[in-house]
């Protein structure tokens, strides 16, 4: 009996010992150091998974464990952004949105576009789809027109369509036409109530016209920021009156027109949760809903849990976030930006991750007056055919060129997580002590499983000292090495 324990332990050694060699997985890295040795570059260390376990408690992956799936990642494509790539010459043009929007050799992917719906706070001047001379109506949106999105955006955009055309696209308003307004002002001022139907009837011919053009809108939110009326243009909404107007209005005009389009409410920060939630309370609403949208200039990303805690039935989309460093910088605080809009913004069941936005030339134009952002840098800095790649690019680089649309968030370990500490019995070595550990202390980080199977971690070192973050996967270790300040995206 004991010569045959010991065969079948040899043979099971063996067998473990040929597996390991056989199923041995390389671990692909890029990189990004915050003093800009390394720009979101590929990493020649060859890094494999082993049975040394190291110090210190393990990221552990287990892709068993599913989440949310990911539409993708990007920019907010305005028509400042459009305005400076269509001025580009052609050959430079194309460049740059290979670039951003391919995903062969170093090319980063962006996945996702935010459009205006009209115009936003980063316009040459404020324009809608159906702009008429004071006293006049067209309720029924006969004179409706995309005009000025001919100009930059749809030609910006049927380029883009041509690399990637199946590319996820968001269109958000800032503002109804001003004679739908109780100011007559694109600047603040109520929708009039007798305008409900005619911009749900604006909403409609939007999507449809866009659709002629070969640029099918997967998603439109009612309102970019309801709860701002400082912005040129802009228009606030209490929830009660978005709530009527997709209950009674949009909901039903874009059934009614056969409209596959997803309506999201919200768009606005993450320190009103309870805002979606109203909303959402509403049964009849609710069917028209597809999800809530977020931007996180106040507040805590937290709040985005709690909306998916009450509601897991509805979606969570990440809208917006303006992300700028001092130009010229020596250093690059790619960490914190990372651990934000990465990592929290994901583990807080994002579909997805949106930053404010593609392009701006180097003195931050175009904007509005009298409530346009001023200081809004974008993913790029355009100057003619010169290209300047900001942190904001680097920040979504390193999620959208390896997690594609339809990969799908899975556990890892968070810091705040319990852990598991197995050592060595103080008086007997032989002995294994199993100790729960109240705090993981890893370091900030996010798993997804690819349509393809592959498993992407992103990994941020937000403190001052070399790390060396221990990750667990099917019971292999290895062990990545990560700079102060520096971020990793990991792939095997």
Same mark, same amino acid.
């Given at each position: 009996?004991?010569?045959?324990?010991?065969?079948? =332990?040899?043979?099971?050694?063996?067998?473990?010992?040929?597996?390991?060699?056989?199923?041995?997985?390389?671990?692909?890295?890029?990189?990004?150091?915050?003093?800009?040795?390394?720009?979101?570059?590929?990493?020649?260390?060859?890094?494999?998974?082993?049975?040394?376990?190291?110090?210190?408690?393990?990221?552990?992956?287990?892709?068993?464990?599913?989440?949310?799936?990911?539409?993708?990642?990007?920019? #907010?494509?305005?028509?400042?952004?459009?305005?400076?790539?269509?001025?580009?010459?052609?050959?430079?043009?194309?460049?740059?949105?290979?670039?951003?929007?391919?995903?062969?050799?170093? +090319? *980063?992917?962006?996945?996702?576009?935010?459009?205006?719906?009209?115009?936003?706070?980063?316009?040459?001047?404020?324009?809608?789809?159906?702009?008429?001379?004071?006293?006049?109506?067209? =309720?029924?949106?006969?004179?409706?027109?995309?005009?000025?999105?001919?100009?930059?955006?749809?030609?910006?955009?049927? $380029?883009?369509?041509?690399?990637?055309?199946?590319?996820?696209?968001? #269109?958000?308003?800032?503002?109804?036409? #001003?004679?739908?307004?109780?100011?007559?002002?694109?600047?603040?001022?109520?929708?009039?109530?007798?305008?409900?139907?005619?911009?749900?009837?604006?909403?409609?011919?939007?999507?449809? #016209?866009?659709?002629?053009?070969?640029?099918?809108?997967?998603?439109?939110?009612?309102?970019?920021?309801?709860?701002?009326?400082?912005?040129?243009?802009?228009?606030?909404?209490?929830?009660?009156?978005?709530?009527?107007?997709?209950?009674? +209005?949009?909901?039903?005009?874009?059934?009614?027109?056969?409209?596959?389009?997803?309506?999201?409410?919200?768009?606005?920060?993450? @320190?009103?949760?309870?805002?979606?939630?109203?909303?959402?309370?509403?049964?009849?609403?609710?069917?028209?809903?597809?999800?809530?949208?977020?931007?996180?200039?106040?507040?805590?990303?937290?709040?985005?849990?709690?909306?998916?805690?009450?509601?897991?039935?509805?979606?969570?989309?990440?809208? $917006?976030?303006?992300?700028?460093?001092?130009?010229?910088?020596?250093?690059?605080?790619?960490?914190?930006?990372?651990?934000?809009?990465?990592?929290?913004?994901?583990?807080?069941?994002?579909?997805?991750?949106?930053?404010?936005?593609?392009?701006?030339?180097?003195?931050?134009?175009? +904007?509005?007056?009298?409530?346009?952002?001023?200081?809004?840098?974008?993913?790029?800095?355009?100057?003619?055919?010169?290209?300047?790649?900001?942190?904001?690019?680097?920040?979504?680089?390193?999620?959208?060129?390896?997690?594609?649309?339809?990969?799908?968030?899975?556990?890892?370990?968070?810091?705040?997580?319990?852990?598991?500490?197995?050592?060595? @019995?103080?008086?007997?070595?032989?002995?294994?002590?199993?100790?729960?550990?109240?705090?993981? @202390?890893?370091?900030?980080?996010?798993?997804?499983?690819?349509?393809?199977?592959?498993?992407?971690?992103?990994?941020?070192?937000?403190?001052?000292?070399?790390?060396?973050?221990?990750?667990?996967?099917?019971?292999?270790?290895?062990? =990545? +090495?990560?700079?102060?300040?520096? *971020?990793?995206?990991?792939?095997?």
């Amino acid at each position: 009996m004991k010569k045959n324990y010991l065969k079948v =332990l040899t043979i099971g050694s063996l067998l473990t010992c040929c597996v390991g060699v056989l199923s041995a997985q390389e671990i692909e890295a890029w990189v990004t150091n915050a003093d800009r040795s390394m720009l979101f570059q590929r990493q020649s260390e060859k890094i494999t998974f082993g049975n040394e376990e190291g110090k210190g408690l393990p990221i552990i992956i287990d892709d068993r464990q599913e989440f949310q799936t990911i539409d993708g990642f990007g920019f #907010a494509l305005t028509e400042g952004s459009a305005f400076h790539l269509h001025h580009m010459s052609d050959s430079a043009r194309e460049q740059i949105l290979k670039e951003m929007f391919g995903t062969e050799g170093n +090319h *980063v992917g962006f996945s996702y576009i935010r459009l205006t719906l009209g115009a936003s706070d980063l316009n040459n001047f404020v324009y809608s789809y159906n702009d008429l001379p004071d006293g006049k109506k067209d =309720l029924e949106m006969k004179k409706f027109d995309l005009g000025h999105d001919y100009d930059d955006i749809i030609p910006v955009m049927k $380029e883009i369509l041509k690399i990637v055309p199946d590319i996820k696209i968001m #269109a958000s308003p800032w503002s109804a036409p #001003a004679w739908m307004k109780e100011s007559k002002n694109v600047r603040g001022g109520a929708l009039k109530n007798e305008c409900y139907d005619a911009y749900a009837r604006y909403f409609t011919k939007y999507v449809q #016209a866009m659709a002629k053009e070969g640029i099918n809108i997967d998603v439109v939110t009612v309102q970019n920021e309801p709860l701002n009326s400082r912005n040129t243009p802009s228009m606030p909404w209490f929830w009660q009156q978005q709530n009527e107007f997709v209950r009674e +209005h949009l909901g039903p005009a874009f059934k009614a027109a056969g409209l596959k389009t997803k309506i999201v409410i919200f768009d606005h920060n993450c @320190d009103r949760p309870d805002y979606p939630l109203a909303i959402l309370s509403d049964p009849v609403t609710s069917e028209y809903v597809d999800g809530s949208a977020f931007h996180h200039y106040r507040g805590y990303m937290s709040g985005m849990n709690i909306v998916h805690r009450a509601r897991p039935d509805k979606n969570i989309y990440f809208t $917006e976030q303006m992300l700028t460093e001092r130009p010229g910088s020596e250093t690059i605080n790619i960490a914190s930006a990372v651990k934000r809009l990465i990592v929290n913004v994901t583990r807080n069941w994002s579909k997805n991750s949106i930053l404010w936005n593609y392009a701006a030339d180097p003195q931050f134009d175009p +904007h509005t007056d009298n409530g346009g952002c001023s200081m809004c840098q974008g993913a790029i800095t355009i100057d003619g055919d010169k290209v300047t790649r900001n942190i904001a690019y680097y920040t979504i680089a390193h999620a959208s060129k390896f997690i594609r649309p339809g990969s799908v968030r899975i556990s890892s370990t968070d810091a705040f997580d319990p852990g598991v500490d197995i050592t060595e @019995d103080e008086e007997r070595a032989e002995i294994r002590r199993a100790t729960v550990v109240e705090h993981s @202390d890893v370091l900030p980080n996010v798993a997804f499983k690819t349509p393809e199977g592959k498993i992407v971690l992103v990994i941020a070192n937000d403190s001052w000292s070399q790390q060396i973050a221990k990750i667990q996967y099917n019971g292999r270790f290895a062990n =990545l +090495h990560l700079a102060p300040g520096s *971020v990793g995206t990991f792939i095997w």
